[in-house]
Protein backbone atom coordinates (compact mmCIF):
# COMPACT_ATOMS: atom_id res chain seq x y z
CA UNK A 1 0.00 0.00 0.00
CA UNK A 2 1.16 3.26 -0.98
CA UNK A 3 1.89 5.68 1.70
CA UNK A 4 -0.12 8.59 0.43
CA UNK A 5 -2.88 5.88 1.23
CA UNK A 6 -2.72 6.25 4.40
CA UNK A 7 -4.71 8.22 6.89
CA UNK A 8 -2.82 9.98 9.90
CA UNK A 9 -2.54 8.17 13.50
CA UNK A 10 -1.93 4.73 15.13
CA UNK A 11 -2.62 1.38 13.16
CA UNK A 12 -1.94 -1.95 13.68
CA UNK A 13 -0.47 -3.92 10.55
CA UNK A 14 -0.65 -7.52 10.83
CA UNK A 15 1.73 -10.27 8.46
CA UNK A 16 0.98 -13.78 8.17
CA UNK A 17 2.81 -16.22 6.14
CA UNK A 18 1.21 -19.58 6.21
CA UNK A 19 4.32 -21.74 5.44
CA UNK A 20 5.36 -24.30 2.75
CA UNK A 21 6.90 -27.56 2.80
CA UNK A 22 10.32 -26.07 3.25
CA UNK A 23 9.71 -23.20 5.86
CA UNK A 24 6.93 -23.34 9.28
CA UNK A 25 4.14 -20.36 8.66
CA UNK A 26 4.48 -17.41 10.73
CA UNK A 27 2.86 -14.00 12.20
CA UNK A 28 3.55 -10.55 14.11
CA UNK A 29 2.24 -7.58 14.40
CA UNK A 30 3.68 -4.07 14.87
CA UNK A 31 2.31 -0.44 15.49
CA UNK A 32 2.82 1.81 12.53
CA UNK A 33 1.97 5.95 13.52
CA UNK A 34 1.71 7.73 10.47
CA UNK A 35 2.39 11.36 10.40
CA UNK A 36 2.10 14.32 8.44
CA UNK A 37 5.24 15.37 6.78
CA UNK A 38 6.83 18.70 7.93
CA UNK A 39 6.00 21.05 5.94
CA UNK A 40 8.71 23.71 4.31
CA UNK A 41 8.23 27.08 2.72
CA UNK A 42 8.34 27.19 -1.26
CA UNK A 43 9.23 30.70 -2.08
CA UNK A 44 9.17 31.61 -6.11
CA UNK A 45 10.62 35.18 -6.86
CA UNK A 46 9.58 36.93 -9.62
CA UNK A 47 10.41 40.27 -11.05
CA UNK A 48 7.93 42.67 -13.23
CA UNK A 49 8.54 43.44 -15.92
CA UNK A 50 10.76 41.17 -17.06
CA UNK A 51 12.27 41.94 -19.30
CA UNK A 52 13.22 45.26 -17.24
CA UNK A 53 13.75 48.60 -19.88
CA UNK A 54 15.37 51.70 -19.47
CA UNK A 55 13.23 54.67 -19.62
CA UNK A 56 14.16 58.66 -18.30
CA UNK A 57 18.14 56.92 -17.60
CA UNK A 58 17.35 54.36 -14.96
CA UNK A 59 15.38 51.17 -14.86
CA UNK A 60 12.37 50.78 -12.27
CA UNK A 61 11.08 47.37 -11.62
CA UNK A 62 9.16 45.05 -8.48
CA UNK A 63 10.82 42.08 -7.04
CA UNK A 64 8.11 39.98 -5.72
CA UNK A 65 8.36 36.74 -3.23
CA UNK A 66 5.72 34.72 -2.69
CA UNK A 67 5.58 31.91 -0.25
CA UNK A 68 3.56 29.36 -2.29
CA UNK A 69 2.94 26.94 1.32
CA UNK A 70 1.17 27.51 4.34
CA UNK A 71 4.55 27.68 6.02
CA UNK A 72 5.83 31.42 7.35
CA UNK A 73 9.53 32.11 6.79
CA UNK A 74 12.23 34.87 6.71
CA UNK A 75 13.79 36.23 3.90
CA UNK A 76 18.03 36.44 5.63
CA UNK A 77 19.45 37.51 2.67
CA UNK A 78 19.15 39.53 -0.43
CA UNK A 79 22.02 39.89 -3.56
CA UNK A 80 22.12 41.98 -6.64
CA UNK A 81 25.51 39.97 -8.61
CA UNK A 82 26.62 38.29 -5.95
CA UNK A 83 26.72 41.61 -3.43
CA UNK A 84 24.61 41.04 -0.67
CA UNK A 85 22.23 44.02 0.55
CA UNK A 86 20.96 41.99 3.61
CA UNK A 87 20.80 45.24 5.45
CA UNK A 88 18.44 46.99 3.24
CA UNK A 89 15.83 44.41 3.88
CA UNK A 90 13.65 45.89 5.72
CA UNK A 91 13.83 49.10 3.84
CA UNK A 92 13.27 47.42 -0.10
CA UNK A 93 10.96 45.18 0.89
CA UNK A 94 9.32 46.74 4.33
CA UNK A 95 9.44 43.14 5.78
CA UNK A 96 11.76 40.58 6.13
CA UNK A 97 8.74 38.27 6.95
CA UNK A 98 6.92 36.44 4.12
CA UNK A 99 3.28 34.52 5.69
CA UNK A 100 2.54 31.57 5.04
CA UNK A 101 0.72 31.52 1.42
CA UNK A 102 1.50 35.32 1.46
CA UNK A 103 3.90 37.73 -0.50
CA UNK A 104 6.22 40.69 0.29
CA UNK A 105 7.28 43.12 -2.60
CA UNK A 106 10.18 45.59 -3.37
CA UNK A 107 10.15 48.08 -5.84
CA UNK A 108 13.53 49.32 -6.80
CA UNK A 109 14.97 51.24 -9.25
CA UNK A 110 18.80 50.99 -11.29
CA UNK A 111 21.25 53.13 -12.78
CA UNK A 112 24.53 52.82 -14.22
CA UNK A 113 24.05 49.77 -16.21
CA UNK A 114 25.21 48.86 -19.76
CA UNK A 115 22.33 47.43 -22.01
CA UNK A 116 22.20 44.70 -22.42
CA UNK A 117 22.57 43.65 -19.05
CA UNK A 118 21.95 40.56 -17.32
CA UNK A 119 21.40 41.07 -12.90
CA UNK A 120 21.11 37.86 -10.84
CA UNK A 121 19.13 38.58 -7.61
CA UNK A 122 19.69 36.40 -5.23
CA UNK A 123 17.62 35.14 -2.16
CA UNK A 124 18.07 33.20 1.22
CA UNK A 125 15.87 32.85 4.06
CA UNK A 126 14.73 30.04 7.21
CA UNK A 127 11.85 29.13 7.81
CA UNK A 128 9.41 28.20 10.62
CA UNK A 129 10.62 24.77 10.60
CA UNK A 130 14.34 25.98 10.84
CA UNK A 131 14.85 24.93 6.95
CA UNK A 132 16.90 27.20 5.45
CA UNK A 133 16.23 27.76 1.14
CA UNK A 134 18.25 29.41 -1.67
CA UNK A 135 16.23 30.87 -4.47
CA UNK A 136 18.24 32.71 -8.08
CA UNK A 137 16.38 34.66 -10.34
CA UNK A 138 18.13 36.36 -13.49
CA UNK A 139 16.88 39.20 -15.46
CA UNK A 140 17.62 40.90 -18.76
CA UNK A 141 17.89 44.62 -18.53
CA UNK A 142 17.52 46.57 -21.81
Known amino acids: ?9 NFTVNATYTGNSSFTGSSASAVVT ?3 PVANSAVVPSVNPNPVVRQNG ?8 KDTTATATTLTNFTVNGVSYASNIPSFFGTSKIPGDGSIAAYLQMTGLTPPANETFG ?6 NGHQWTQNITVAFK
Open 34 to 36: VTA
Open 1 to 9: MASSNLALG
Open 58 to 65: SWTFTITL
Open 123 to 128: FNGTDA
